[in-house]
């Protein structure tokens, strides 16, 4: 017999026995019983790779088949260096032949293979570039942390000296130092910081940290029931990807229709619309806050640019860090069977697009067929170009009320017909995750509709307009916006009535897919249609219902007290980074074992707790690092703040009282000396 017809025929027997259980056949002799016992056992079963490695003569490849986009089955195969890449492949039908009975529709599949250690990438200028840029800020970043050390230590032994003389006799100090009324804390010290150190004390994680904790007590309820609403909806994206990424390494194939298909399942896919809910907040509060600033200045050009460029500044240093981490150097900081995958699927699919992230511009160039580069990031991208035309719609609102809200309404209402248009142009189907569920239309779904500004805007823009009902309600205006919030805040049972419609829709839009479990090919143009265009406006309607209860009735309603609470505004903080940074914590963790995951909803739960912890931890180092120093530099050198003119005539209004009593002192003191 050949050398061919025997790797072929044995490594089929390492296969076939592996994925079924069996000790290994009495006929594999030699190399191919120690290529069984380091191949893997199942699918997604990647063996033991290091071991196969070590083994002189001996090579180790993956078997691996795309079933969707969603999908990927791994089998790691050892065998001796003599087998051929094709007798590997005849010995991969073996994976054909077990699993093709639960998906009979991929019997026409074709299983490819890999060697982890050519496909292997090398380092080059980029990457030695992006890692020195990397380097800078952690540098900053210790040399600032130190130093604060050393000043609190060197503060503390201060004042445990000062303390020490206080308890000896009078004229007999133990230490001499410099005397003062207080004993200077970093805080104060860092204020008579100059030059250079006053530049670096920015990088602090000490002071950094510190000021993200701070929690204002005198803050304005009604907006910080939103920090709530930011924190579970961010943790909801985390659980809905966790949901996603891990069903590309499942081991239980074979009971995996069952998982997704159970009713839990509609509760995760709830988690799409947590990103209708970051547009809602990201117009309402820049509308609100813009609102408040257009009664103090004058709206010109120069006004608009420096509103886009502040915008920019404070999103695009972290994104584009992280984006060139990804792209640059994330491919050399793990290895394993698997990593090629994620390197090729997640970081050289930035190759020639990067550019195009850092202009928010990146949904018009990618296509979900071939990849996004930070896939993630189109929402940046969404979000900015709403943002461009938001200054005008909030001069309207402020010079117009009604011309401002009719703009606004027609803004929602194209963006809505819009997205009808495309659903029932390119017949659009609500489904759930399951291998039977249509996906002739995801291409344009995705490039058309979900990446696209056009038909996601309409959530943004309904935060325009809360935000001017806000205002009218906090300056007790007698308009419309202003009655329709008395009402609700006066009479109980229009705030029930609101808190009702609100939960009935949010859950009626979670359940009523519910059908669609057991056929997804059941709902045609119109309830797809439904579903998709104004389903998300209506979920976030309802939310809005609900909070409106909690808002209106300040800090006493138990809304406020959950949403309000103290707990989540430091998270809140954080969240720009935690959603910047979620995906390659869990895709980096995911691509790094060499063996598969038992998919379940109990597991993939589970591992979303460890995840969040991860996922809110690099977040606050990022956000103490990079962000906080990015913000603390504009507001003092870039768009430094004026000083408010009343502190000012204070300040003179002292200085008039202190020369008035040195006056009259003096005054007194010649009549003192006449008598």
């Known amino acids: 017999m050949c050398i061919r017809d025997r790797c072929g025929r044995n490594l089929k027997q390492i296969v076939s026995d592996a994925l079924h259980g069996k000790m290994p056949s009495k006929s594999l002799k030699g190399g191919f019983l120690q290529g069984f016992l380091n191949s893997g056992r199942d699918i997604n079963d990647l063996g033991t790779p290091m071991m196969c490695k070590s083994m002189p003569n001996y090579k180790y490849l993956v078997a691996f088949v795309n079933l969707s986009n969603a999908i990927r089955i791994r089998l790691g195969v050892c065998g001796p260096k003599e087998c051929t890449q094709e007798d590997f492949a005849y010995a991969s039908k073996a994976v054909r032949d077990k699993y093709l009975p639960f998906f009979p529709q991929f019997k026409d599949i074709v299983i490819q293979f890999n060697d982890p250690e050519v496909l292997k990438d090398q380092a080059d200028y980029g990457t030695y570039i992006t890692a020195g840029i990397w380097g800078f800020f952690i540098i900053l970043t210790l040399a600032a942390t130190i130093r604060d050390l050393l000043i609190s230590s060197m503060m503390r032994k201060e004042k445990a000296i000062r303390q020490a003389n206080s308890l000896t006799p009078l004229g007999e100090s133990l230490v001499q130092i410099p005397q003062s009324n207080q004993v200077e804390t970093p805080e104060e010290h860092r204020v008579r910081d100059k030059g250079i150190f006053k530049l670096l004390s920015m990088f602090s994680l000490i002071r950094n940290i510190k000021k993200i904790f701070e929690v204002r007590e005198d803050g304005d309820a009604g907006l910080d029931i939103f920090n ?8 909801w994206v985390v659980y809905g990807h966790e949901y996603n990424a891990r069903m590309r390494v499942a081991t239980n194939l074979s009971s995996l229709e069952d998982t997704l298909t159970s009713t839990w399942t509609l509760f995760v896919l709830s988690g799409i ?46 994104y584009a860090l992280l984006v060139l981490l990804m792209y640059r150097v994330l491919p050399f900081v793990s290895s394993g069977p698997m990593w090629n995958d994620f390197v090729q699927n997640f970081c050289k699919i930035c190759e020639g697009r990067w550019w195009k992230n850092f202009l928010f511009i990146d949904n018009y160039y990618n296509t979900f067929s071939t990849g996004y580069c930070f896939g993630w990031g189109w929402y940046l991208s969404n979000d900015m170009q709403m943002f461009l035309i938001t200054p005008l719609v909030c001069l309207l609102l402020h010079k117009n009320q009604v011309v401002g809200k009719a703009v606004t309404w027609l803004l929602i209402a194209f963006s809505t017909g819009w997205g009808v248009y495309l659903s029932l142009k390119y017949h659009f189907r609500f489904t759930v995750p399951s291998s039977s569920a249509p996906k002739a239309f995801l291409n344009d779904y995705y490039d058309k509709f979900y990446y696209m500004p056009w038909s996601r805007m ?16 906090k300056e007790n ?6 009655k329709v919030a008395r009402l609700i805040e006066k009479n109980n049972l229009v705030r029930y009535l609101c808190l009702f419609v609100g939960i009935a829709s949010m859950f009626a839009f979670v359940l009523l897919p519910q059908p669609l479990l057991k056929n997804p090919n059941l709902w045609g143009d119109a309830k797809s249609t439904f579903f998709i ?5 209506i979920y976030v309607a309802s939310i809005l219902l609900i909070l409106i209860c909690g808002i209106v009735k300040g800090k006493n309603s138990l809304i406020t007290k959950i949403f309000a609470h103290s707990f989540w505004s430091p998270l809140a903080k954080i969240s720009f980074a935690a959603y910047l940074v979620h995906p390659l914590v869990i895709n980096t963790e995911i691509y790094s074992m060499n063996h598969g995951f038992y998919y379940s909803h109990s597991t993939i739960l589970y591992n979303t707790f460890g995840g969040l912890i991860q996922v809110f931890g690099w ?20 768009f430094p703040r004026k000083k408010p003119t009343q502190n000012k005539e204070k300040k003179e209004t002292v200085e008039e009282l202190e020369r008035k009593i040195n006056i009259e002192q003096v005054t007194s003191k010649n009549q003192n000396e006449k008598l």
């Open 228 to 235: 709530g609403v930011r924190v579970i909806a961010m943790c």
């Open 273 to 318: 619309y947590a990103v209708d809910v970051f547009f809602f907040m990201s117009g309402f509060f820049f509308t609100y806050v813009y609102l408040g600033k257009l009664k103090k200045m004058r709206f010109n050009i120069v006004v608009y640019i420096q509103t886009l460029i502040h915008r920019v500044y404070r999103i695009l240093p972290l």
């Open 458 to 473: 309409n959530v943004y823009f309904l935060g325009v307009l809360f935000a001017q009902f806000y205002k009218s309600y």
């Open 477 to 482: 205006k007698d308009d419309f916006d202003g």
């Open 533 to 537: 265009v104004f389903g998300r406006l």
């Open 619 to 638: 977040a606050l180092i990022l956000c103490a690092m990079i962000e906080s120093p990015i913000q603390i530099i504009e507001s003092r050198y870039i």
